[in-house]
């Protein structure tokens, strides 16, 4: 299985902060990268798809880079609704696997 | 509006079995492959079962190989996710999660799209 790992596990950041969240596949994945973000108790939600497109509906605040077995994800000016955690996800090969999260807390 | 609703969770003995449920509305029967993700209490997503669009193919997580099974009847366009032999460890919020490219033929090289809101499996004595 391909490991997928995320830094940091969590920030803490204020209003208007640009913020970076990591994620590092344990072998080449191509731009097989997804990124979702994830409040509890709700459904996730897809933001960044093939690993710098972005979803339909979501604002372009957030922005996907990268390619081969790093990527990051980048907040370019943190809001109030965007306090969450947030995941990677290959879908490179099966089984499709996550990150272990990142969670951006209000500082 | 498309949407995924999951239901049958609840609380269940160890060794005991329950049918979670995914109901999709908005959606083109038998032209998406779904899923079925995991949230173990205090961690992160896992990737638990992916059913073909045409319901004619299957992946499962290793974890719950041989004890789960994924299914669909695209009549009602409904995925379900029976649970069989559970354990304390399969205690999680469950989502039913839609992929992104239809008929794509296996649970790679597609993301997902659209995401229920859960249903919660408890399994305790």
């Known amino acids: 299985d391909i490991q997928m790992t995320q830094s940091p596990s969590s920030l803490s950041a204020s209003v208007g902060d640009r913020v970076t969240i990591t994620c590092r596949a344990s072998?080449?994945?191509?731009?097989?990268l997804n990124w979702y973000q994830h409040n509890p108790g709700k459904a996730p939600k897809l933001l960044i798809y093939?690993?710098?497109s972005l979803h339909s509906g979501v604002t372009s605040r957030f922005s996907g880079s990268g390619s081969g077995s790093d990527f990051t994800l980048t907040i370019s000016s943190l809001q109030p609704e965007d306090f969450a955690t947030y995941y990677c996800?290959?879908?490179?090969?099966?089984?499709?696997?996550f990150g272990g999260g990142t969670k951006v807390e209000i500082k | 509006q498309v949407q995924l609703v999951e239901s049958g969770g609840g609380v269940v003995q160890p060794g005991g079995s329950l049918r979670l449920s995914c109901a999709a509305s908005?959606?083109?029967?038998?032209?998406?492959?779904m899923h079925w993700v995991r949230q173990v209490p205090g961690t992160g997503l896992e990737w638990v079962a992916f059913?073909?669009?045409?319901?004619?193919?299957?992946n499962y997580a290793d974890s719950v190989k041989g004890r789960f099974a994924i299914s669909r009847d695209n009549s009602k366009n409904t995925v379900y996710l029976h649970l069989n032999s559970l354990r304390p460890e399969d205690t999680a919020v469950y989502y039913c999660?839609?992929?992104?490219?239809?008929?794509?033929?296996?649970?790679?090289?597609?993301?997902?799209?659209?995401w229920g809101q859960g249903t919660q499996v408890t399994v305790s004595s």
């Open positions: 999660a839609k992929d992104a490219r239809p008929l794509v033929p296996d649970a790679e090289y597609n993301w997902f799209d659209l």
């Open positions: 996800q290959q879908s490179y090969s099966v089984p499709p696997t």
């Open positions: 908005g959606l083109a029967p038998a032209t998406y492959g």
């Open positions: 059913v073909r669009y045409d319901g004619g193919h299957h």
């Open positions: 072998q080449s994945i191509g731009s097989f």
């Open positions: 093939a690993a710098s």
